[in-house]
Each structure stands twice: as structure tokens, then as C-alpha cells.
């Protein structure tokens, strides 16, 4: 069936683009609606203080000034993904825990005046001892950000497989080293905003979001309005890569300011407030002991990994899992501890990030590299020594259906001319290898599967309803494409309503790899369901068996006698006469092990599916500058099945640049609690003068359950690009690198630490 | 505030108007004219997501003023096809992939424009080093690069 596919499979133009191209394509701070408003938060100049007090007084009479919320004005709901995380108020009460926290939100006619009466707002504060460093947060007699979390540690992750001592006790070699990581910023280009609009009871929402049926379930428990009167609506996405997945302070501030004033009123951050007051990454510790036979197989891992979480949970128990399971996913660990501690610091509110883990990863990668060297190995073959195939399971318990770590890591050796790992002249050229396996289909135990209408109307054409979101990857296409396939109509006769949470049904966002996997069944099989049925009518027609018939260029039409055909919309219209229009349903829900908690029970299958990836990287380094340049990057990523080739490598040549060339440039600075670098000139980003020549590699592993084989596309490239290229660096210099980015000052750190003899 | 009369040209069209002496071109654009194609990534002239055609260069209208404007001939996004047909940079920038979420894509093609537009037949170094003036957080940029390239005119066997 495969071989006769049409529309899936081909580099295809995506369905979004032209309207982006022409500048039609309309983002959140392009709307305008009529008598809107302009809104400006206050925001908290400390890091942690108590509010005795909030006087809006004069800034109210403050000619077109039209509402100040405060706390006040909601409902005291505190969000968190889980009930066990629930702790961020959205606008601050009695305490302020970081600089830039909302504590007060005005709506006036226009920004000058919102940005005016910010000033009259009167705000006593009793500031308090506040803690920035999680090492110093964990210390016994620290200040406490939140009651409820003894020694400030938000969640503590402990999982444990087999009997790690006594493998390490057996181990031919054993290796300890401690990695740490500084956060980034996802520095999506589109900067944070919100359109609120509140009238017959209704509340309509646009702002950048990577899950509007997830936001509008939040909204509606913190507002205390049912679900079906918070109505996210579709809107461009400008870049997500994490920071959209979870309802943001913006979205209740916005809420309450339309509530409370009954007009539309827009929030637009600045660049400045989209760092310090839109989610941020993870900053990591990661002490790594690794214990191996002679023969290089890994037989005990013992992690203990601490994040830094910023003032809330946010995702709390997510982030402090993610780079472990994705770790455990790629490589056969027969025995590990894992101890992941997400610590509260007076510093900004935290989410999951695409490139989520780098000191953990690259610290991983780096040390195999290390081990490989010590027993004479290459470090490919200690690789696929250890590199789990389909059929076996993870070290908690999660069958690998397809894929597996081997091919994608032959593939991209092959391209790469992989040198064998050997230790070039710095100013040479020194490869390195960073491997990765994703979840795709991964609920994680508060999202939904997805589910799909389509009608076909009375001219043949379709409309496909699906609560899907693009946030920038291609989604939108996918689905239309997947449509087009199984409906035998060209993507133009497609009209996709989508992200809509008044007419959409539940889906589980674009995050975590679940679009093509869930979301693209869901949409095949609403599609499928429509075709069966004009498939019923048109053989009730012909007089031709339903099973030899098909859908295909707009026409019914007979497997075996191409001549026994008929349009298709000469069935659509027979079925309205009929009283019985065609009208399909879908849905799908990965299978998984519902009782797996990320706390409480961390065992089971976890994720319908595991995407598996291998980047190799090609650097040289000047020992006298520490500058890294990056000639030549080669990934292979197995999708599954690519439903637009075009769009999978698109998402594995920004990985390249959003997590590989991060890994030398890419940190968020802090002083006592303000971030010093939150905008684009100071917070230095990859350009096009920066990337490497990239090749990238579509494997394909067909998964038995994806949409036409599909998993997802591109994640693994942004789960090792950054490991990759931390490896060649290791590999060209021969010295430990324990501090991630590569930035020059850093590197050559490195090589006098190593010079003195600090390093082993 | 005070208010400075200009005169320009816009996408073809000729506008008058009496601006506000602080506001930027990006504003006039983005909030009177309602050009929303035109795209506010940074304020600070860092990202290059407002580039528009200034004169036929590419300038960046979220650090220009309004009055600075005056008696200029302005090319945004909304300006570049010509009725139905669009402009090669846009149909090649849909044909190569190089298009994601789509915030950066009007400040690139416009920058891309003004490049193809001095120089119809830029090396690739050249088109790289053209296209680092703006930043795009989705690409990689490799599919922006071959998109510009596609467009250029065919270059000479070297």
C-alpha cells in the first residue's frame, strides 16, 4: 500500500506557508479588535518579598486608565500540571518569589498610559532572604520560598533498577565526573502575547500556545468559568521549542482585565519580559557513575542530577525526569539509580525545553567517550555495544517497537566518514558522537489522546477538524496531507479547522512528540471512517463489493476495473439526499501503562512509540582562543515514516542550530537574581555564518502503529546535537570539559585545569 | 506631543501623515497603516524580524523613526507580490521548506530581496553573509540559504 501513495512521503509546500510569505499570516500581537485595550503588567523589582500592601488608587484616576488587577480579582487557585505541584498563583498574593513576577496587571486605551499608571501603583514590600544556587537552596537553615517544600526541593525523583552497588563492586572500570550545565533561553522569535476578549459570557483567547485545549482547561479552573465558555481560538505560532506548552501569568492577568473591564484587551511583552517573565530552561548538575565490563557493556549507572527550578513547580516532576528517560530509552542500562532534585530558587518560573538536558546528556555521551578511550574502544562500537533494539525494554520497562539506537548510528558514521573516534591535532578536524532515543505518544499522565471530525461536503470538498496545533514545525501540512492521502483528494480540496477549543476535541498539544503519532492516527482514522462510508454508498451504486473499491483523484473507483469509477461528490450529494451525510469520527490514544507516575510509580510502558537518533559532529578547536568552529554536522533521525521529508529535516537542521551550535554560545547569566542577558543582543544566538554544512538522515523504521509508519520528526537530532558536538571538542582536546556551553573562556579553562593537572 | 508631517511612499502608495515625533517606522507601519506583515521580534534592532525596504535596502523599521521616513520609498511583505504573482524569493521560500513558524520569514525575505537586488548574482558566502544579518530560531537556516540561492540568477560556471 505504501508503494502507491500519492501525497504522504513527497517534499510537499506546506499548507501555512503561503500566507507566510505575504505577511498575512497573523500572530497574537496582530490583532486588533475593536475598542480593545492595552495592557501592562507590574512586575516584582525583588527576588523575594513579602506584599504588605497594594494601592491602586491613583493610577486609576489616571485619565485612560480603565482597570488594575491585582490577586484580589481572582480566585485564589494556585496552577500546576499536578495536583501535588500545585503552587503558582499566576499573580502574585502575599509573596513575591522572582524578579519580574506579575504582581499587578492595567488595561488603559493605550500602552503610553497602561505604562504610566504602572508607576502610580503603590507596592510595600518586606523583602526577605532569598537563595539563587540549588546546592545553596538544599543547605539546612536556607531561606524557604514555599512552605510546603522542606529544604526548597520541589520534587524528588527516585528510580532504581537491579543492584547498582554490587554491579559496580563487579566492574572491569568505573568512572565518576560531574557535569554542569547553564539554562538557555528558548528565544522564540515571536515575543509573548495575549488577546482576551470576554463578552456574552464567553471568553475568547489568542496567544502563542503549543496546546490550547491544555490552556484552556488551566484558564478555566483558575477563572472558575466552565471549560466550554474559555475558548482558545487559532493563531500563529512564532516558535515554541517548550516555552508555549503551559499556561503562562499573561494568559490570567489578560483574563481578568477583559473580565473585569468587558472589553478585548491586548498583552504584547517585550523582548526583555519574554526572558525574565515567559518560562525559561533548566539550569542542571549531573554527577554521573558509570560502571562496564572489559568488553565495554554498561552494567551499572548511578545519576544524581539537580535542577534548578525557578520559583514554581511549572512541570515540575517532567523536567526532572526527561533527560534520564530519553537517556535510558537509547542505551540497555541492567542495572541504575537515578536521584533527579528539582529545587526552588528565587529566580523565574521554569519549562520543558526541546534541547532539555545537555549537562546530563553530554555529560553521558562525554564520558562514554572516556571509558571507550580507557578499554580501547571506538566510541561507535561502545555505542552499539549498549544501544537497545526493538523488542527489549527500557530500564523501566517501556517495549521498544521499532527503530532502535544501531541504525541511525551506521548511518550517520557512514555519511560522516567516522574517523573512529580518533583524537585529531585541535586545529584538525576531531568527530564526535552524541545518541539519543524520544518518547512520541507520551500522555504523561495529565494529557489526552487525540480525536478528529471530517465532513465532506456536497461539492466533494472536505473539512477536516482537528484540535492539532503547528506551532512552527509543520503540523497543520501533516494533517491535511494524511487527509488527502486516505481521502484520494488533493491537498487543496482540504480547508483544516484546527486549535480551536470551541470546536475541536480534545488533543495533546504539540509537545512531547505526539502530533504525527496521535494526533496524525486520529486524523487518519476520522478520515478513514469517511471513506468507508462513501465507500458503502458508491458500492450500493456500482454494485460493486465495498472491499474493491477505492478512493483516488476525487473519484471512486474500482481496484480491479479501473473503467468502474464515479466521482466522489456524486456519493457525497446521493448521501445528503439519503438523510445520512458523510461525516467521520477518529481517535487514538497511545498504549500505555496507565498506573506509571512519574513520582510514585516510575515503571511501565511509558510512550506508544521511541524515535532513535545518532549525530556526528566535526569541529576543530584554537587552543589559543578556545574558539570551537563546527564544519561539517551529520544526523540521522528515524521518524518512522516521513509524512513531508521536507518538514523532518527542516526540524533536524534547526535542531543543529537550537541545540548543537547552542552548546558553544548559548547561556542565560544571573546576578543575584536578575538575568543579565534577556535580550537578543547580549543573548548571542546561532546566525547562518555560524551553522555547519549539514546532511541530514531520514531513517525509516516504520513503526507498526504510527500514521503510515510515522513516530515524529527531528526531536532526537535536538536531544544529541549538543552532545555531539561536546564530544568532538572532548575528542580533539583530550581534556575534560565539565562545563557546558563550550563558550572560548570555558574551553580554555578546560586546558589549563588539565595543564595543572586538575583533570584526570 | 509634537507631531512632524511626513510624506512617503509605502508598498506604491503615497501617505501623508502627521506622526508622533517618537514613533518608529515599525509602529506607523505595524499600527496606523495596520502592514501587521511587518513583525516586532526584539525593539532593539538585534533580530532583524522588521526589516523592511527602505530606498531598496534593507532596513530595520523597529530603530528608525517614522520622521526619519520622510520622502522615502518603503517595500514591505504585503508589497513585494505583484497582484496574483508572487515574487520568486516567496515562491522559492515555500518551494525549499524554508519557511517554519514563520515570524522571521518576511524580515528575511526582504533582506534576501535586497540583496538579489544589488547583486543578482551573489556567491553563497555572499547570501550567507547577507542573511546573518537576521535571525531565524527554526531553520538552521540551511532552507533559507537554498531558497536564495535558487532565486539568484544562475551564476557562471566557477
Given at each position: 500500500m505504501k508503494d502507491q501513495?500519492?501525497?504522504?512521503?513527497k517534499r510537499q509546500r506546506r499548507t501555512d506557508s503561503l500566507s507566510k510569505v505575504t505577511g498575512q499570516a497573523l500572530y497574537t500581537a496582530d490583532l486588533k479588535l475593536p475598542r480593545m485595550l492595552h495592557a501592562k503588567v507590574l512586575r516584582s523589582p525583588h527576588p523575594h518579598a513579602r506584599i504588605l500592601n497594594i494601592d491602586a488608587g491613583k493610577a486609576l484616576r489616571l485619565?485612560?486608565?480603565?482597570a488594575v488587577v491585582t490577586s484580589?480579582?481572582?480566585?485564589?487557585v494556585k496552577w500546576g500540571v499536578f495536583k501535588y505541584t500545585q503552587?503558582?498563583?499566576m499573580i502574585a498574593g502575599?509573596?513575591?518569589?522572582?524578579?519580574?513576577?506579575?504582581v499587578a496587571g492595567v488595561a488603559a486605551i493605550d500602552e503610553e498610559t497602561a505604562l504610566e499608571a504602572l508607576d502610580l501603583i503603590e507596592v510595600e514590600y518586606e523583602p526577605l532572604p532569598a537563595v539563587f544556587d540549588p546546592q545553596e537552596a538544599m543547605a539546612?537553615?536556607?531561606?524557604?520560598?514555599?512552605?510546603?517544600?522542606p529544604r526548597n526541593i520541589n520534587i524528588h525523583v527516585h528510580i532504581e533498577v537491579g543492584d547498582v552497588e554490587e554491579a559496580f563492586a563487579k566492574a572491569h572500570l568505573v568512572r565518576e565526573d560531574t557535569f554542569n550545565a547553564a539554562g538557555e533561553a528558548y528565544s522564540t522569535l515571536e515575543p509573548y502575547a495575549v488577546v482576551a476578549d470576554f463578552r456574552n459570557g464567553y471568553l475568547d483567547l489568542w496567544m502563542p500556545n503549543a496546546s490550547p485545549h491544555v490552556r484552556a482547561k488551566a484558564l478555566s479552573n483558575l477563572l472558575k468559568?466552565?471549560?466550554?465558555?474559555v475558548r482558545v481560538r487559532h493563531i500563529n505560532v512564532g516558535?515554541?521549542?517548550?516555552?508555549?506548552?503551559e499556561v503562562s501569568p499573561g494568559d490570567f492577568v489578560t483574563s481578568l482585565l477583559a473580565l473585569k473591564t468587558g472589553r478585548p484587551v491586548r498583552l504584547s511583552l517585550t523582548r526583555e519580559e519574554n526572558a525574565t517573565c515567559t518560562r525559561q530552561v533548566h539550569p542542571m548538575k549531573a554527577t554521573i557513575k558509570t560502571g562496564v565490563s572489559k568488553?565495554?557493556?554498561?552494567t551499572a549507572k548511578k545519576f544524581k542530577v539537580v535542577y534548578?527550578?525557578?520559583?514554581?513547580?511549572?512541570t515540575g516532576p517532567i523536567a526532572t525526569s526527561i533527560p534520564y528517560y530519553v537517556y535510558e530509552e537509547a542505551y540497555r542500562l541492567p542495572n541504575v539509580t537515578y536521584d533527579g532534585y528539582r529545587v526552588i530558587t528565587n529566580k523565574g518560573i521554569r519549562g520543558m525545553y526541546g534541547c532539555h538536558g545537555r549537562g546530563f546528556l553530554g555529560g553521558n555521551e562525554m564520558q562514554l567517550d572516556m571509558i571507550a578511550r580507557d578499554l580501547g574502544m571506538d566510541p561507535m562500537e561502545i555505542r552499539l555495544k549498549n544501544g537497545l533494539t526493538p523488542g527489549e525494554q527500557t530500564a523501566?520497562?517501556?517495549?521498544?517497537k521499532s527503530g532502535g539506537l544501531a541504525e541511525p548510528i551506521r548511518k550517520a558514521a557512514e555519511a560522516a566518514d567516522w574517523n573512529g573516534g580518533k583524537s585529531g591535532s585541535p586545529l584538525g578536524t576531531s568527530q564526535g558522537m552524541g545518541c539519543v532515543a524520544i518518547m512520541c505518544?507520551?500522555?504523561?499522565?495529565f494529557r489526552s489522546g487525540s480525536s478528529c471530525y471530517v465532513k465532506i461536503n456536497d461539492d466533494g470538498q472536505v473539512t477536516l477538524v482537528s484540535g492539532v496545533v503547528d506551532t512552527g514545525m509543520g503540523n497543520e501540512s501533516m494533517m491535511v496531507q494524511i487527509a488527502a492521502e486516505v481521502l484520494g483528494?488533493?491537498?487543496?480540496?482540504i480547508n483544516l479547522v484546527n486549535a480551536d477549543t470551541e470546536i475541536t476535541n480534545l488533543d495533546p498539544g504539540a509537545?512531547?512528540?505526539?502530533?504525527?503519532f496521535v494526533g496524525g492516527n486520529a486524523v487518519k482514522n476520522a478520515c478513514e471512517d469517511a471513506k468507508n462510508q462513501i465507500l458503502e454508498f458508491a458500492a450500493a451504486k456500482l454494485n460493486y463489493?465495498?472491499?474493491?473499491l477505492d478512493l483516488k483523484d476525487r473519484m471512486v473507483i474500482?481496484?480491479?476495473?479501473?473503467?468502474?469509477k464515479m466521482p466522489m461528490r456524486w456519493v457525497v450529494r446521493e448521501a445528503f439526499f439519503q438523510g445520512r451525510p458523510i461525516a467521520g469520527t477518529g481517535a487514538f490514544m497511545p498504549?500505555?501503562?496507565?498506573?506509571?507516575?512519574?513520582?510514585?510509580k516510575p515503571y511501565g510502558?511509558?510512550?506508544g512509540t521511541f524515535s532513535y537518533g545518532c549525530s556526528v559532529a566535526e569541529v576543530s578547536v584554537?587552543?589559543?582562543?578556545g574558539l570551537v568552529t563546527v564544519p561539517r554536522f551529520t544526523t540521522a533521525h528515524?521518524?518512522?515514516?516521513?509524512?513531508?521529508p521536507m518538514a523532518v529535516e527542516g526540524q533536524m537542521e534547526g535542531s543543529v542550530q537550537q541545540a548543537g551550535m547552542a552548546v558553544l554560545m548559548e547561556e542565560t547569566r544571573w546576578s543575584e537574581g536578575h538575568l543579565?542577558?534577556?535580550?537578543l543582543l547580549e543573548y548571542k544566538m546561532p546566525l547562518a555564518c555560524d551553522m555547519p554544512e549539514i546532511e541530514s538522515i531520514i531513517v525509516r523504521?516504520?513503526?507498526?502503529?504510527?500514521?503510515?509508519?510515522a513516530k515524529e520528526g527531528g526531536l532526537t537530532t535536538r536531544m544529541n546535537a549538543h552532545s555531539a558536538i561536546a564530544c568532538a571538542v572532548h575528542t580533539a582536546l583530550g581534556?575534560?570539559?565539565?562545563?557546558?556551553?563550550?563558550t572560548p573562556d570555558r574551553v580554555l579553562k578546560a586546558i589549563d585545569a588539565a595543564k595543572k593537572g586538575d583533570g584526570k | 506631543m509634537e507631531k512632524i508631517h511626513v510624506t512617503l511612499t509605502v508598498n506604491g502608495d503615497r501617505i501623508e501623515a502627521d506622526v508622533?515625533?517618537?514613533?518608529t517606522l515599525l509602529e506607523m507601519l505595524r499600527?496606523?497603516?495596520?502592514?501587521?506583515?511587518?513583525?516586532?521580534?526584539?525593539?532593539?534592532?538585534?533580530?532583524?524580524?522588521c526589516t523592511v525596504l527602505l530606498n531598496g535596502r534593507p532596513a530595520?523599521?523597529?530603530?528608525?523613526l517614522a520622521a526619519e521616513a520622510d520622502g522615502a520609498d518603503v517595500v514591505t511583505i504585503e508589497g513585494l507580490a505583484e497582484g496574483e504573482r508572487l515574487h520568486p524569493l516567496q515562491e522559492s521560500f515555500m518551494d525549499k521548506g524554508?519557511?517554519?513558524?514563520?515570524?522571521?520569514t518576511p524580515g528575511m525575505i526582504l533582506t534576501a530581496k535586497g540583496l538579489l537586488d544589488r547583486n543578482q548574482n551573489p556567491s553563497k558566502t555572499e547570501i550567507i553573509t547577507s542573511v546573518s544579518s537576521n535571525l531565524c530560531r527554526?531553520?538552521?537556516?540551511k532552507k533559507i540559504i537554498e531558497a536564495v540561492e535558487a532565486t539568484a540568477a544562475p551564476s557562471d560556471a566557477t
Open positions: 501513495v500519492t501525497v504522504v512521503g485619565p485612560g486608565v480603565k484580589a480579582d481572582g480566585h485564589g503552587d503558582h498563583p502575599d509573596k513575591v518569589r522572582y524578579v519580574g513576577e506579575d539546612e537553615g536556607a531561606p524557604l520560598i514555599h512552605e510546603d517544600y468559568l466552565p471549560l466550554n465558555r516558535g515554541h521549542f517548550g516555552s508555549r506548552s568488553d565495554g557493556t554498561i534548578d527550578g525557578g520559583a514554581y513547580s511549572s523501566t520497562g517501556s517495549v521498544i505518544g507520551f500522555p504523561m499522565g483528494v488533493p491537498i487543496e480540496d509537545y512531547s512528540q505526539s502530533a504525527a463489493p465495498a472491499e474493491d474500482s481496484k480491479t476495473d479501473p473503467e468502474k498504549k500505555i501503562d496507565f498506573q506509571r507516575e512519574w513520582v510514585k510502558q511509558m510512550a584554537d587552543p589559543e582562543t528515524d521518524c518512522g515514516y516521513p509524512i513531508n543579565l542577558n534577556p535580550d523504521s516504520e513503526d507498526p502503529e504510527g500514521p503510515f509508519g581534556v575534560p570539559l565539565n562545563e557546558l556551553p563550550l | 508622533p515625533q517618537f514613533q499600527d496606523t497603516l495596520e502592514l501587521t506583515g511587518t513583525k516586532e521580534g526584539c525593539g532593539q534592532g538585534a533580530c532583524g524580524s530595520r523599521s523597529c530603530i528608525l524554508a519557511v517554519q513558524c514563520g515570524f522571521c527554526c531553520t538552521g537556516y
